[in-house]
């Protein structure tokens, strides 16, 4: 059983930049794909962007390729997604989510962490 814990959310202005993490209990932490989703209020979870655990594979929804970049450290167990440029339409919660798979379906991910608040507002 993998158990997540995201953290570093909060409230940010807009354009501005914040950083999340997510530490991942499991030894083999290492053979999973890793990917971020988020879930604002009154709309449902969505995808934000997935990496391979050899960090070769990158993948991001459209609407925040250019601005985030979601990166891993398997020696350290966390993976990482960092925001800039930051819009209010932003504002979710955010959760880490782990896969056998490399792909964006939410069904596809098994594990997910219990997700950290990003609010996007001046």
């Known amino acids: 059983q993998v158990q997540l814990v995201e953290s570093g959310g909060g409230l940010v202005q807009p354009v501005g930049s914040l950083g999340l993490s997510c530490t991942a209990s499991e030894r083999t932490f290492s053979r999973f794909v890793m990917g971020w989703f988020r879930q604002a209020s009154g709309k449902e979870r969505e995808f934000v962007a997935a990496?391979?655990?050899?960090?070769?594979?990158?993948h991001y929804a459209d609407s925040v390729n250019g601005r985030f970049t979601i990166s891993r450290d398997n020696a350290k167990n966390m993976v990482y997604l960092q925001m800039n440029s930051l819009k209010p339409e932003d504002t979710a919660v955010y959760y880490c989510?782990?896969?056998?798979?490399?792909?964006?379906?939410?069904?596809?991910?098994?594990?997910w962490g219990q997700g950290t608040q990003v609010t996007v507002s001046s």
């Open positions: 989510a782990a896969s056998e798979y490399f792909e964006s379906r939410i069904s596809g991910y098994p594990y």
């Open positions: 990496i391979t655990w050899t960090y070769d594979n990158l």
